[in-house]
């Protein structure tokens, strides 16, 4: 019903105020659980800026709730200052041109 989807909206909102630059993923940095958020976190630990993550893996609600927040329907998805920056393609494209690290550090 209405509670459940609002406090995922919540927890959502709460985790994007929690750090400057998260990486919503499959898996974790170490042990990343898709090829898209491999390359993401490498495209993301390259530049050097340290970053958050959150395993949708883990958590079904979330998963489903940010694909509705953000309006964008795959994984990964990168925010910085709570305003999403992309997915896979956005974000190695601007690893590519060198604009990543300038948008991370904002």
Known sequence: ?????ESTEETIKRL???AP???FMKG????PR???SKKVVAA???TGVPFAHFDILK???????????????????LYVKEELIGGCDII??????GELKEALQA
């Open 92 to 97: 190695l494209e601007m690893a590519e041109s």
């Open 21 to 23: 630059v998260l990486l």
């Open 1 to 5: 019903g209405a509670d459940a989807e």
């Open 16 to 18: 994007l105020a929690s």
């Open 59 to 77: 958590n079904e609600n979330i998963r489903q709730g940010l694909k509705i927040y953000s309006n964008w329907p795959t994984y990964p998805q």
């Open 34 to 36: 898709c090829g898209f």
């Open 44 to 46: 993301l630990t390259a």
């Open 28 to 31: 974790d940095p170490e042990e």
